[in-house]
């Protein structure tokens, strides 16, 4: 697993239930070391072994968890790098969920050696998609479902997702878009201020 993944999860824990809470987990997964660098890759059942130890802690359901660090990806202040490179995607919502078929390449551009599942965008009707998650990264439809609600909210529309099931390997999200301009959505300038 690539340690930017390893540190997407560390931050969300230290952030969102503290640091002893992640010294705990990284201490009962017998690691070795409590912080990961963002630049290694780790043995993926490290990372399983991690959510695994947290969920326990947490008394949580890993897919509830996974959607609770996809929210926290896009809407904590300290991920606005990756908040950045989503709003990238488009100028409203539609067209960012258009923009998901090429997520995997633009992370790569990003980071050369991180290899995001590819996503496929069916379009139902002009509110109703299907996103398909192929498989590569256990948890990640359940990471997707978190970044489509707060990337939602960040354009001011009001959408409802769901996990619609699978075919074969491959994980499918159901978006409802129910209106498009529901509230203002968060200030996003094309330039980084300093």
Not at 91 to 99: C, I, Q
Not at 111 to 130: G, I, K, N, W, Y
């Amino acid at each position: 697993m690539h340690g930017l993944i390893n540190r997407a999860v560390q931050s969300f824990v230290c952030g969102t239930y503290g640091q002893s809470c992640w010294i705990n987990v990284t201490e009962a997964a017998e690691l070795g070391f409590s912080e990961f660098e963002a630049m290694l890759v780790y043995d993926d059942e490290m990372t399983l072994r991690v959510l695994d130890i947290l969920c326990a802690k947490l008394k949580r359901p890993r897919g509830e968890l996974l959607e609770d660090l996809g929210t926290y990806l896009v809407s904590h202040p300290k991920m606005e790098g990756l908040r950045r490179l989503l709003r990238f995607g488009g100028e409203t919502y539609v067209e960012f969920l258009h923009s998901l078929d090429d997520l995997s390449d633009r992370a790569r551009l990003a980071v050369s050696d991180l290899t995001l599942p590819v996503l496929e965008l069916r379009e139902v009707s002009h509110a109703e998609f299907q996103l398909y998650c192929y498989p590569g990264l256990k948890g990640y439809s359940s990471v997707m479902v978190g970044v489509l609600r707060a990337i939602a909210d960040d354009y001011g529309a009001l959408a409802m997702l769901s996990h619609a099931g699978t075919e074969g390997e491959v994980e499918i999200i159901s978006i409802v878009l129910i209106e498009s301009a529901f509230t203002e959505g968060r200030q996003f300038d094309l330039g980084a201020r300093g």
